[in-house]
């Protein structure tokens, strides 16, 4: 399986950006898919999440600004960032995480720059 992440790239603190995430190849049962990000010195940190009954999972630090969202086909995974903020300034890479006979495997996308400039 491979995930194809864009939308990254550079806005005024205030602004909004829309992340995509699209999944391609082979790959058993989705049980998640989202967004994580990690800033310079940083660990890699959840964003938001989203299971495949729908249910979506929010950092705390962005909830109530950034909505999770798919496509009908659930293959491509949206990130919609609004009233962004510098300190969400990271790269933020896709992740989905799915399984087979009771093995879980995460995968992750090649990351996408987001910058937020106050």
């Known amino acids: 399986v491979q995930l194809q992440a864009s939308g990254g790239g550079l806005v005024q603190a205030g602004g909004s950006l829309r992340l995509s995430c699209t999944a391609s190849?082979?790959?058993?049962?989705?049980?998640?898919m989202g967004w994580y990000r990690q800033a310079p010195e940083n660990q890699r940190e959840l964003v938001a999440t989203?299971?495949?009954?729908?249910?979506?999972v929010y950092a705390d630090s962005v909830k109530g600004r950034f909505t999770i969202s798919r496509d009908s086909a659930k293959t491509t995974v949206y990130l919609q960032m609004n009233s962004l903020k510098p300190e969400d300034t990271a790269v933020y890479y896709c992740?989905?995480?799915?399984?087979?006979?009771?093995?879980?495997?995460?995968?992750w996308g090649q990351g996408t720059q987001v910058t937020v400039s106050s």
């Open positions: 190849g082979m790959y058993y049962s989705i049980v998640t």
């Open positions: 989203i299971d495949r009954g729908g249910i979506a």
């Open positions: 992740n989905m995480k799915h399984t087979r006979s009771g093995t879980l495997y995460s995968v």
